[in-house]
């Protein structure tokens, strides 16, 4: 059973800079959630849940969604069951409940790929 906890969202106003945090951890010792990729999905109110970002389980390799380009990095922290999601210049369309997810097989951008989920962090714009 691998679990999934995400911090740092919050209320900031339009323009400001967030991070968001992940840490992923596994019950079983051969299969550590340093060896997982890793990514960000965010839902808006009224809306489907979208990719935002992906990295590899090395760091090595990442994937960010177009429309975010130039606004987002996502990178794994030195402990590597840790994942970062730094939000620049944000907007009130950045208003969303952000979720984590990783997987042992899957690196990519949909969100079947990936088998464990967090409950999400909200992250509030204001204009």
């Known amino acids: 059973q691998v679990h999934v906890l995400e911090s740092g969202g919050g209320l900031v106003q339009a323009g400001d800079s967030l991070r968001l945090s992940c840490a992923a951890s596994g019950a079983d010792s051969r299969d550590t959630a340093s060896n997982y990729a890793m990514a960000w999905f965010r839902q808006a109110p009224g809306k489907e849940r979208e990719f935002v970002a992906a990295?590899?389980?090395?760091?090595?390799?990442?994937i960010e969604a177009p429309s975010l380009q130039g606004r987002i990095l996502i990178a794994r922290g030195d402990a590597k069951n840790t994942v970062y999601l730094q939000m620049n210049r944000l907007k009130f369309e950045d208003t969303a409940v952000y979720y984590c997810?990783?997987?042992?097989?899957?690196?990519?951008?949909?969100?079947?790929?990936?088998?464990?989920w967090g409950q999400g962090t909200q992250v509030t714009v204001s204009p």
């Open positions: 990295v590899s389980w090395n760091g090595a390799a990442t």
């Open positions: 997810a990783a997987d042992s097989a899957y690196y990519g951008t949909l969100e079947s790929g990936f088998d464990h």
